[in-house]
DNA sequence: AAAAAAC
């Protein structure tokens, strides 16, 4: 299995280096595009780059991905009954207007497509057992999935239903719902320590189609900073801490094998009940950092004074049962399709437990996730706006939440969101810091922004691993220069060279393997027009894409997402929404199209890619437009130890002595802030930056070498000079 | 100036 992964990835970086990105060159503008097929590249240094490319990701591959195979999403072209003849081959029917396309099916059947349908056995990448109370969750679990075959119209009827998520609470494997209450009951009683009985369509549902194949044998290199009195000490195995029965058996079923250096240290935190401000790369494993702890914690001390309360309020409220929720634990993300990631981890750690894991966000139907909150609610994701309105509405009460959770704590703490946030936490009915445990987790936390977040957290204790806003090693960073107006055919040529399946031949005039569905694209954009504008034009060139950002529906956004995830449209364009968290597998190339304007931003964006161990790739379109993150962005690219163009160096050396302000970001530094940012801006405009005149003396303005004499390969003008040299050691130390 | 987040 591994290995496809391994072939796929070695096919991306060879399509990549043949890639002549001198064209970036501003020079030659728009028609200086150019594909170089591979009998007219530098063979020698080709075979270097890719025996190179893919030694390193052997290491990064010592467990077989479980990747989707089980779920057959988007491996043929028939998707839950809808044909798709958008994916046929090279030739690309223009479909109908993009308001229609991708709709996923007549009569919404293909909603959420990857959610459900017929799927076949999966072969458990590793065999695993958990023998505790019953738990034998590899050979059991995988065989009996086997035993399923056949069953699709079950699976279907379910999987199928639009938001087909908000029905599958209950423990009697399909019962009806009519007794839901009852089930809900039964399920508050009772010891929430111990598993509730095995469900095997549930099992299947949650476990078969996971990416969850962390794995590092050998790692610990990374430098840990965890600061603050009393911190616990770290584990270095699961098994190091007691997190219980259930929590165990889904990690089994998650096929997790040892924490991620970000969950050694967070779980024993969460657990000694601190409160805790974490930064860790972006795909190091923070969900599951806070989401066992919590959770195993939740199982230990059952639902204390928030069952009480619950039933309390369906009293009151007659036979109609339980109308408000006390949920124990809340997390908050900045991101509706984030909100749905979280919670879909969390459905995985709380199969077999009492707990009951919900979602809130905004653009989807409220009556719809009110029935599901009053079918009880433990664990709660929400986006802040519609939290803000469940609570309004007496839908939920935080009065016993004793666990909050900020994802992405930095977005949630800036000022779009902050208000909220006060709102929820601290004028409403929550605990009060010191009573509540609060968490905070992100790959960036500006210092600005740190200090705000201590107003929410007690005696905490302050975790980095890695640098924080660091970016990691695993991910291969290229910034070209390109014009505005060439960046529509520079994307072009990047994308033929690593997307679509073309007629390109090698000089044995063997078709080129390109990847195709296992290797998807990712594509920022600055503005969602811009998304909308991009997007169209790449389906009018031929390409299976979708686009994400804003102003679509949420049924919409969500449909894109999975059609992306399952590689029935392996590029999306997307705005600042999909920058954040979310965790797609075969993520092998994110460009920014349009570079961001802060470093953080430019931090989760390309974070997409290279996560739990794999390696990735990011290019970035960069002109005098982008003057802003020079500076930051050197920086990172220097700590990540990648090559640094000698004309960006330039710049960023002219733009230090333009701007005073530099490495403060507008937001951070209140109502002055604006205003010096403003002034950067000016002083960019007004020519000091000089982009082209900075770049072409890239050859003797840089500082820094670029491996001496050796530095001709590929790319040699800009200084745009190296193969695509990335560390030998992965994220996890391999 | 833009994006995100409630209706």
Known sequence: MSHVAVENAHGLEQQLAVLDLSAADGQGGGTNRRYIPPHLRNKDVSKNVGNAFAAGRQGGYTIAPATNYGWDGGRNNFVNGYHDNRMTGNTFNRGPPRMERGRGGVGGGGYRGNRGGSFNPINPAQPMSFDAGGWNTAKDAYSSFGNNRGKSAFFNDRGNANRGRFEHGGFGGGGGGGNSRWVEESRDDGDWSKPTPRNERLEHELFSGSNTGINFEKYDDIPVEATGQNCPHHIESFQDVDMGEIVMGNIALSRYTRPTPVQKYAIPIVKSKRDLMACAQTGSGKTAAFLLPIL????????????????????????????????????????????????????????????????????????????????????????????????????????????????????????????????????DTMPHKGIRQTMMFSATFPKEIQILARDFLEEYIFLAVGRVGSTSENITQKVVWVEESDKRSFLLDLLSATVIPSEVQDSTGDNIEKPGKDSLTLVFVETKKGADALEDFLYREGYACTSIHGDRS??????ALNQFRSGKCPILVATAVAARGLDISNVKHVINFDLPSDIEEYVHRIGRTGRVGNLGLATSFFNDKNGNITKDLLDILVEAKQEVPSWLESLAYEHQHKSSNRGRSKRFSGGFGARDYRQTAAGVNAGGFGGRG???????????????????????????GGNYSHSQVDWWGN
């Open 296 to 427: 195993s914690q939740i199982y230990a001390d059952g639902p204390g004074e928030a069952l009480n309360a619950a039933k309390a309020s369906g009293q009151e409220n007659g036979k109609f049962g339980r109308r408000k929720q006390y949920p124990i634990s809340l997390v908050l993300a900045p991101t509706r399709e984030l909100a749905l990631q979280i919670y879909d981890e969390a459905r995985k750690f709380s199969y077999r437990s009492r707990v009951r894991p919900c979602v809130v966000y905004g653009g989807a139907d409220i009556g719809q996730q009110i029935r599901d909150l009053e079918r009880g609610c433990h664990l709660l994701v929400a986006t802040p706006g519609r939290l803000v309105d469940m609570m309004e509405r007496g839908k939920i009460g935080l009065d016993y939440c004793n666990y909050l959770v900020l994802d992405e704590a930095d977005r949630m703490l800036d000022m779009g969101f902050e208000p909220q946030i006060r709102r929820i936490v601290e004028q």
């Open 554 to 559: 949420q049924r919409d956004r969500e449909e």
């Open 694 to 720: 900075g770049r072409n003396q890239a050859g003797h303005g840089g500082t820094r070498g670029f491996g001496g004499g050796g530095f001709g390969n590929f790319y040699t003008s800009d200084g745009y």
